[in-house]
Each structure stands twice: as C-alpha cells, then as structure tokens.
C-alpha cells in the first residue's frame, strides 16, 4: 500500500465517512478506523477507492449498529440520542446548524444516506448506485427527493436541483 495514497485518504475521507457511519452506528469513528486498517492492509489498490472505503463503512457500521442494538436490548437500556449530523463551518451565514442537523435527521435514511455520500463525500451517483445495490437513477431520485425535503423543513423555496 502506497503510503502517499493512504494518508491522502485519509485526510480526504475520513471526516465525511465518520459523518457517513452515524445513521448506522453510536462509533463512527472507530468503524472509519477499522475500515482504513482493511484498507491499507489490501494487497492490491481498488479501482475506485472511495467507494470502496463507503461501501466498507457501511457494511461495518451496520454491522456494529446490529451488534450495539443487540447488547443495548439484552442489556434492557434503550436509549435515544440525537446526534447531530453536521456541523458548518463558523463563516456561513444564516444557517442554523441545529435546525439543519435536526432537518437531515429527519429524512428517510435511505436519502440522508445519498445526501451524505454525494455532498460530503464528492461520490457521483453512479458510484452511490454501486455502494447502496440501486441504480444511478434511483440515487438521483433520492438525493432530488431529499433535498426537496429539506428545503421544505428548513423553510427554502423548494426547487428540484440541477441534473448532474
């Protein structure tokens, strides 16, 4: 594994597959950790390494989500936490980071998912197709759908975003 590569990544990625992870688990971080330790550990490079890390982070968050849920239940405390899924940077003005936190939220995960991998992520949606089992159209459908939604919950004039 190409070190340079490896630290690129890193850097590049590991913010917003931690962002990524949440929906699914209560350890991000040490899910993205874990994914990364695979990834270097791969005798051969991806073709697509980004979404190579997505699809791992979320086969491995979901897997530590069943396992989080399967303790909290045997342990009888169930408990809910929101979590907030994004925090803007301290210079954009007129955005209620609360509010847009609690907005995203709210959506369907299938779209947060989509919204998340493609803004945050800088995944196309053929890519999110491949990573979520859907086609490119669909991922479209639920990224449009979503930030309707949002805009919607956020008070915006709802608009359907330009095609990629």
Not at 6 to 19: K, N
Not at 29 to 56: C, G, K, M, N
């Amino acid at each position: 594994m190409d070190p340079d590569l490896l630290g690129y990544l890193i850097d590049r990625y590991s913010a917003a597959l931690i962002l990524y992870a949440r929906p699914w688990c209560r350890c991000p971080e040490d899910v993205v950790q874990e994914v990364f330790i695979r990834f270097a550990r791969q005798r051969e490079t991806p073709v697509h390494p980004a979404a190579w890390l997505y699809r791992s982070v979320r086969n491995a968050a979901i897997s530590a989500g069943r396992s989080e849920r399967r303790r909290t239940n045997h342990e009888g405390n169930v408990a809910a936490k929101a979590v907030l899924l994004f925090v803007p940077p301290d210079d954009v003005a007129g955005l209620d980071a609360t509010a847009a936190s609690e907005a995203l939220t709210k959506l369907p995960l299938d779209q947060r998912e989509v919204i998340v991998a493609h803004l945050w992520g800088g995944l196309t949606f053929e890519q999110i197709a491949e990573l979520t089992g859907g086609s490119a159209a669909t991922a479209w459908r639920r990224y449009s759908a979503g930030l309707v939604s949002l805009r919607k919950m956020m008070g915006a004039p709802c608009k359907t975003p330009p095609e990629k």
